[in-house]
């Protein structure tokens, strides 16, 4: 039993394998948190947690209740204006525009499993892996309004899963402007705040600050989770590392403007926010109508962060991707864009196929300009047939061609886009994103189409669904290059266009959810302009995105490793291209490029058929490689154990291990090589300390222990006695660690 609740005391113990979530009911109706973290008996009451002091100058409830001070206790869903000053979790405006509520406890009612959410993204308990969801009811009877907050504890991996549900059972219409998904009021302020933050082409970096009174948070207004900010985020205290100590994991199930917001107030307690962005929301709820929130996944650990990671990782597999790809391999492909541009016919194309079958590649993946009349980003978004000057015998037939050779096949779209040079646009101009009477900014010389009307959303389903079927479709590369400007619909009245951000993203949702129902084969990997949009809601129907248009290898390790905190490596689509590299000129090993690339959902983005005969043999070699391990580089236990983020950043290393500890895979990468350099040893993490191991097939075997304590001896990459000297610089080595039977 995950859910433990005592009656007499109205306290509510939320127990996983390691940790223990209490909250209870205080005086007033009001819910008070009591403890999050490690995991401790259950108690019928916890009087010791809940001890606090009457504090000067703070207002009290009232009167007759003067020690009961909102602002000096730890909350569950707190509410503004009525003595806490910090910021809420909710507010709304009623009809005669009061924005006091009083919300209180009604009653509770524990669910079997988790069901999953109607229009949203969602966990879920397919499985029966002894998940348990508890509500709690809360009502404000003056204005009849529910508010039922909701609770899954999934206890294998140590998370628990929140959410708001608003329900109107008035007469009169109120208007939500904030509705978190999940506030958490920690008892003290020593923790660092860890970010995950950059902008196009150096996404998810990590940053590293303690906590400091005031308002620290990172947030998205872009209408996507963004470039610049990532809904993950990490509390830990200021002596956690990878290895070792606590830390909290939050994450949003949730892909348009989010918050996530750490307040520390005057006496050290630390209030973490996380949600839907109160700027640019609005929510108008009419009698009868009910608005939820999208779901928070929060997860703690006492052992570092590479076992929040994996715990994490392991939830998203069990409880949020698609079943059938929680273990399915992705397929190694190739993908032409970086090889051609919009410059290609179908003989070119085939070509490039035609060496991928040879290399063993397995799918070949055609990305922007086959359709309209697309030869550059100025035309035709929106317009999904075929241009038959590129492919002259339609897209089903050079898809038929594809499919002879052996290959899946796949396809590029920009599905919530339009170009105003576009058939589309000459039909229907009031379907674009626009203020009337204003000007349009454009962006990639493209605007966006008004995914809040489902008349929009049902034309592009019916020509995206056309495509899929006369080219019997394997997989979707689903691109949004844009973020949205001049936020406003035509078709949604003045009092509603505060809704327009969260109706968009539902319309985007819905659009999904008809294809992945329709065409349930085709794997869906979501972009935008890169990982501009790598967030949980989009991995709920895609189960992998395209980490960053940056494919150079040195950029990607940073890219990477700042990801893997908080996505798995089976998420992240990661691809070898060609050098110099597009975005930064760097020339770097075709070797490196691969090691960097193994660890995600792997391929290949340059022109193949222009390839040496040695490079394409490497290729060979490599895609040889990657199969026989692909299971491991995808799903295996990844721990992280050098970090391009600390110290001069020079090296970079981590290792991945499969469930029985019998194989691992570590791969050591060096920036840039030092002369006459320091020892070095790579410490592994993630073995059986019992069992030996041979490392790339050595002689001796190596007991676990040894090689987790003593480490691997790393000697210089740089051969000073080659009569022909080469640079030793963007190195990278790989270490094949197997059992000893």
């Not at 994490?312 to 079943?323: P, R």
Request: glycine share 6%.
């Amino acid at each position: 039993m995950a859910i433990h609740v005592d009656e007499a005391n109205q306290t509510f113990h939320l127990q996983t394998d390691h940790t223990s979530y209490i909250f209870q009911v205080l005086a007033h109706g009001i819910l008070g948190q009591v403890y999050y973290g490690k995991k401790i008996h259950v108690k019928p009451q916890y009087n010791e947690l809940l001890k606090r002091e009457l504090k000067t100058a703070t207002p009290a409830y009232s009167l007759d209740d003067p020690d009961f001070q909102l602002g000096a206790i730890k909350q569950e869903y707190s509410d503004f204006g009525t003595g806490d000053f910090r910021r809420p979790a909710y507010q709304l405006t009623q009809p005669n525009g009061s924005r006091i509520t009083d919300f209180k406890y009604d009653h509770y009612e524990v669910v079997q499993g988790k069901q999953r959410l109607t229009g949203l993204p969602s966990t879920f308990d397919d499985t029966e892996d002894d998940a348990e969801t508890l509500i709690v009811h809360l009502t404000d009877k003056l204005i009849q309004l529910d508010l039922d907050l909701s609770y899954t504890v999934f206890p294998h991996q140590d998370v628990i899963v929140r959410s708001a549900n608003f329900k109107n059972h008035g007469v009169e219409a109120v208007t939500l402007n904030a509705a978190e998904s999940a506030q958490l009021d920690l008892p003290d302020s020593q923790y660092d705040l860890i970010q995950f933050s950059g902008t196009w082409a150096r996404e998810r970096h990590l940053i590293r600050t303690p906590l400091r009174s005031g308002i620290q948070a990172i947030d998205s207004v872009r209408t996507t989770s963004s470039h610049q900010q990532n809904p993950f985020m990490m509390l830990a205290r200021p002596n956690t590392t990878d290895d070792n100590g606590e830390a909290i994991g939050f994450n949003l199930v949730y892909s348009g403007n989010f918050l996530d917001q750490i307040e520390v107030d005057q006496w050290d307690v630390s209030r973490v926010l996380v949600g839907i962005n109160p700027a640019e929301f609005g929510w108008k709820l009419e009698p009868g109508k009910e608005f939820q929130t999208p779901e928070a996944i929060l997860s703690y650990t006492a052992d570092g962060m590479n076992q929040l990671s994996q715990q994490l990782a392991s939830f998203y597999s069990e409880h949020l991707v698609n079943a059938k790809y929680r273990r399915m391999e992705r397929p190694i492909l190739v993908n032409n864009w970086e090889a051609t541009y919009f410059d290609f016919n179908d003989e070119k194309l085939l070509n490039i196929a035609k060496q991928a079958k040879r290399l063993g590649i397995e799918m070949f993946v055609l990305d922007d300009g086959w359709f309209g009349h697309r030869n550059d980003d100025h035309t035709s978004l929106g317009d999904w047939f075929v241009d038959p000057k590129k492919l002259p015998n339609g897209i089903g037939a050079f898809a038929g061609e594809v499919h002879d050779l052996g290959l899946k096949f796949g396809l590029w779209f920009e599905p919530e886009m339009i170009s105003i040079d576009s058939e589309l646009y000459k039909k229907h101009p009031e379907w674009l994103i626009h203020v009337p009477k204003r000007r349009e900014t454009p962006g990639r010389n493209q605007y966006v189409l008004d995914f809040s009307r489902p008349e929009v959303v049902d034309y592009i389903y019916q020509m995206m669904a056309k495509v899929i079927q006369d080219t019997k479709l394997d997989y979707i590369k689903w691109d949004m290059n844009r973020y949205i400007t001049e936020m406003y619909s035509v078709a949604l009245p003045a009092d509603r266009q505060l809704e327009m951000p969260h109706r968009y993203i539902l319309g985007v949702y819905d659009l999904y959810a008809r294809l992945t129902k329709a065409f349930p084969d085709v794997l869906f990997e979501s972009c935008a302009s890169g990982g501009g949009r790598f967030d949980l809601g989009m991995m709920y129907y895609a189960p992998q995105a395209w980490a960053s248009d940056d494919t150079d290898a040195v950029e990607r390790m940073k890219v990477q490793f700042g990801t893997s905190y908080g996505y798995p490596q089976s998420m992240m689509g990661a691809h070898v291209s060609a050098v110099p590299n597009e975005q930064n000129g760097r020339i770097t090993p075709l070797e490196t490029r691969a090691n960097v690339a193994f660890y995600g959902a792997f391929g290949y983005e340059l022109d193949i058929s222009k390839m040496s005969e040695e490079e394409a043999n490497t290729v060979k070699k490599q895609v040889v490689f990657y199969k026989q391990h692909r299971a491991l580089y995808q799903f295996g236990k990844l721990y992280r154990l050098d970090s391009p983020f600390e110290g001069d950043g020079n090296v970079m290393s981590w290792v991945v291990v499969d469930d029985q500890q019998d194989h691992a895979i570590a791969t050591r990468y060096q920036i840039l090589n030092h002369p006459n350099a320091p020892y070095s040893r790579l410490y592994l993490k993630g073995l059986d300390p019992d069992k030996q191991y041979r490392v790339n097939d050595s002689e001796e075997a190596y007991y676990g222990d040894e090689l987790m304590n003593a480490g691997i001896h790393i000697g210089s990459a740089f051969d000073d006695t080659a009569e022909v000297k080469q640079s030793a610089d963007f190195s990278s080595r790989r270490f094949m660690i197997d059992v000893v039977k």
